[in-house]
């Protein structure tokens, strides 16, 4: 893999410490559009540096990055599509990075500033960029700049500061429920979200071991909760659950496979399982879920972990599926329900 060192695109970088462990590195743009009271729940500050505007902010995403994908779930669900504009990169990420491909299915130019290759973005944000480049990127098309990329931040901002620009009204980090929102976002982040990556990565045995143990204890856990009660923080749907989403969705078709993380699937654990189908039928939802450009990339990117780069099959899941969440007490907002729709 390649990275930034100084503005220079140089070759290989350490992805695992010393002990095998995978080492997720710390991202670099992280400015809040709206400003940074927005991180907390306030309204957007009418004279922030990045003042909350529609049709300004463009977001660079590959579909199958989980961590891209939890701001397009967040803009679906919100009803931001014509306020915050796409684009879409290969799926399959060689020695140059992520790549406009606007002949591929599903791909897109790069719309606002022509670029081929995204760390090009990069660059044009910080001529001495040192770091990786990686998607999602929101990027101010006034300043000629990014804004920030750094998922769990964009989404926040998504909700938050574009809140008075949605089309559905969807508040998905509410008052009474913030701390537990943002204690769940962080504790699933380390043993599933990252920790996938964590088990796909590893350079050792016991790396693996740690990873997968403390993967399958905390999705075990995670599923005996959801017997009874609706969402991660409770019986109303947050960013929480969008952020557990976008693992859950890939885990059976190639984080089960791909990553070793093979002890049992998410269709093998009953309320994960009705959980994630729930999530997958909200509206505008499926439509974020490109189940080629996830195996895609995945399968034929990491060379060192799969070779012949052969994309595996399996095993074809009918998300949409009849779920039975309604069970239990709460539900989606409104605006989500399928009446509104
Ligand atoms: N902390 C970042 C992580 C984003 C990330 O690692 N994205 C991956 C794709 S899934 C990427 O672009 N990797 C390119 C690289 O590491 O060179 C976030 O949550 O936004």
């Known amino acids: ?52 505007e529609a049709g300004r902010y463009h977001l660079y995403v590959s579909l199958a990055c989980p961590w891209a994908h939890r701001t397009l779930v967040t803009r679906a669900l919100k009803g931001l599509e014509d306020v915050v504009s796409v684009d879409v990169v290969d ?21 606002v ?19 990786r480049v990686t998607v999602p990127v929101l990027w101010d098309t006034e300043k000629g700049t990014i804004v920030n990329n750094e998922s769990e931040e964009v989404m926040r901002m998504l909700d938050v500061a574009f809140d008075g620009l949605a089309t559905r009204d969807v508040d998905l980090y509410p008052e009474g429920d913030r701390d537990e929102v ?78 070793k993380c093979n002890v049992r699937k998410i269709a093998e654990s009953p309320n994960l399982w009705n959980y994630l189908k729930e999530l997958y039928q909200l509206p505008g939802v499926a439509e ?19 070779p012949k780069r052969i994309v595996a099959v399996g095993p074809d899941h009918d998300f949409t599926a009849p779920h039975d969440r309604d069970r239990l007490g709460g539900g989606p907002p409104g605006a989500l329900s399928p009446a509104d729709d």
């Open 182 to 259: 943002d204690r769940v976002i962080e504790e699933i982040y380390d043993p599933i979200n990252n920790g996938v990556y964590r088990a796909g990565f590893a350079d050792s045995q016991t790396a693996y071991e740690r990873a997968v143990g403390e993967l399958f204890d905390a999705l075990d856990r995670w599923d005996a909760l959801l017997g009874d009660q609706r969402y991660l923080a409770g019986d109303r749907l947050t960013e929480a659950d969008v952020a557990m989403f976008t693992t859950l969705i890939r885990f059976d078709d190639v984080y089960h496979t791909h990553f």
């Open 91 to 111: 799926p399959y990420r060689d020695e140059d990075g992520w790549q406009f491909t606007p002949e591929k299915a599903g791909c897109t130019p790069d719309t």
């Open 288 to 306: 974020t879920v490109d189940m080629d450009h996830i195996t895609e990339h995945y399968y034929t990117t990491h060379t060192d972990v799969n």
């Open 113 to 131: 500033n022509g670029f081929d290759y995204l760390r090009e973005a990069y660059v044009a944000a910080d001529p001495d960029y040192t770091g």
């Open 1 to 52: 893999m390649h990275q930034f060192v100084d503005g220079e695109w140089v070759a290989e970088y350490e992805a695992t410490n010393e002990d095998g462990e995978f080492d997720r590195q710390e991202t670099t743009f992280r400015n809040w559009v709206g400003g940074e009271g927005v991180r907390e729940g306030e309204d957007p500050d009418p004279d922030a540096a990045f003042p909350v």
